[in-house]
């Protein structure tokens, strides 16, 4: 079974957001964000957002569904729109823009294969490995049961959890290394939505331990405080 580790490295970027056209031209990657202020942090783009749906609800186990239905189906979700989310920006993500997967806090994502050795590879290497890995849990029906009535395999929620960290250190990288490129093609509202959708379920679901969200705790801190911020100017019905 594939696995993963991380560890220290090192990073920087021109703060000026480059327009669509100029993408291709930007040397970004591994060095992207060593700035005063991390772009993904500034105001003016925590802010954005997609929809004003109460996030805090949308995670939460409806009344009568199964647990394990509920992180099943969420799991295959999450996967879909990470994978789409990644395979956009696909083109500027490359062994050599990227040699190394690396996220916030100078940290470094290794991989390590089936019989568990680490193996330090490029950003695009290192996705593919999380993303091919993820793809065959979901399609394995002795893990992700589709048929009605067959059971869960006994410690599910490991598997899960394993599963949204490898989504996480996805993501990681992209607000990381790809920031610039998110900005300049207007995704960045999308970015904000998945992921402040994302880390609530696990918050909600125990799904990760502190320390591997570190990398992106001011982020999530203040993703969250807007997320607040929204419910309470905004009229739901809870």
Known sequence: MGGCHSYPSAT???SK???P???RNEKLGINNNKQEELPYLQQQNVCQMITNTDMFLLTKLPPGVDKAEWLASNTVAFFKHINLFSSALSEFCTPSSCPTACGPGNTVYVWIDDHGRKLKC???L???YAMSYIHDLLTDEDVFPTKAGAAFPTGFVFVVQKVFLLLFRTLAHIYWSHYSETLALGLHPHLNT???HFTLFCQQHALLDPEDTAPLQNLIAALERQEIILRANTDFII
Do not use: G
């Open 12 to 14: 920087k970027v021109d």
């Open 17 to 19: 957001t480059p327009q």
């Open 21 to 23: 056209s100029d993408v």
């Open 122 to 124: 490029s950003a695009p």
């Open 126 to 128: 290192y996705v593919d």
């Open 194 to 196: 998945l992921f402040t």
